[in-house]
């Protein structure tokens, strides 16, 4: 079964707002990744947080990490039209930080 | 810097039939990954291996799925015989040492009827 779980599953909102995406993962993990896929294209990683960090930072990507919940959250900030796609979160084990679980992903719409 | 490369980008074949997945890797990597993408969901792994010898196959249904890595290169993904069941994408991903970002290829949308 998959180990994360996105929440939610769609999300639509307008450029230049915020969005914000959960995942929730149930074992120990060793790093939490989050990877984007457009339509037609395929996977591209975006950023990676490890066990021992809280919160990292990308350009308009804000990545935090609570080991405690077991849970992580994605935000994007002044969104565009071009960040609609779908966005999964990916879980390295912590006994084998290279092989991933990835969750159901979350899809996301920005209106022009 | 070439990504990783697939093919082909589509395939139909009708059940109990038979078909192979190519991929070529990041220059360099040693790492690569099979996943298996169904219509909604996230990717599942099917198999890893390193250069040229199985990590984890654990998730491939080995009854009807293989795959090998001959030079710790190029890698194949075959199905034989199909089932409607297997119509997916399927991702090859390679992964540098020492890191642990994966890089994925285009995959290959496979349909079977």
């Known amino acids: 079964s998959q180990q994360g779980e996105e929440d939610p599953q769609a999300l639509s909102i307008q450029e230049g707002e915020n969005a914000t995406m959960n995942c929730s993962y149930k074992?120990?993990?060793?790093?939490l990744q989050w990877y984007r896929q457009n339509s037609g294209r395929g996977l591209v990683h975006l950023i990676l947080?490890?066990?021992?960090?809280r919160e990292k930072h990308s350009g308009r990507l804000r990545v935090t990490l609570d080991t405690s919940k077991k849970s992580s959250s994605l935000l994007i900030t002044a969104s565009r039209a071009a960040d609609t796609a779908s966005y999964f979160c990916?879980?390295?084990?912590?006994?084998?930080?290279?092989?991933?679980?990835f969750g159901e992903g979350t899809q996301l719409t920005v209106n022009p | 810097e070439a990504g990783v490369a697939q093919s082909p980008r589509y395939k139909i074949i009708e059940k109990r039939q038979s078909v192979a997945f190519w991929c070529n890797p990041i220059?360099?990597?040693?790492?690569l990954y099979w996943y298996q993408q169904i219509l909604g969901q996230g990717p599942k792994l099917l198999i890893q291996?390193?250069?040229?010898?199985?990590?984890?196959d654990s998730q491939l249904p080995k009854d009807r799925f293989s795959a090998e890595r001959l030079k710790g290169v190029d890698s194949t993904l075959k199905i034989q015989p199909a089932k409607l069941e297997d119509s997916a994408v399927y991702l090859c991903?390679?992964?540098?040492?020492?890191?642990?970002?994966?890089?994925f290829g285009p995959g290959t949308r496979l349909t079977v009827t």
């Open positions: 991903a390679s992964r540098p040492l020492g890191r642990y970002e994966q890089y």
């Open positions: 074992t120990s993990i060793n790093n």
């Open positions: 947080i490890r066990s021992n960090e």
């Open positions: 990916a879980t390295g084990r912590e006994t084998s930080g290279s092989r991933l679980t």
């Open positions: 220059s360099g990597h040693a790492t």
């Open positions: 291996f390193q250069n040229n010898g199985v990590v984890d």
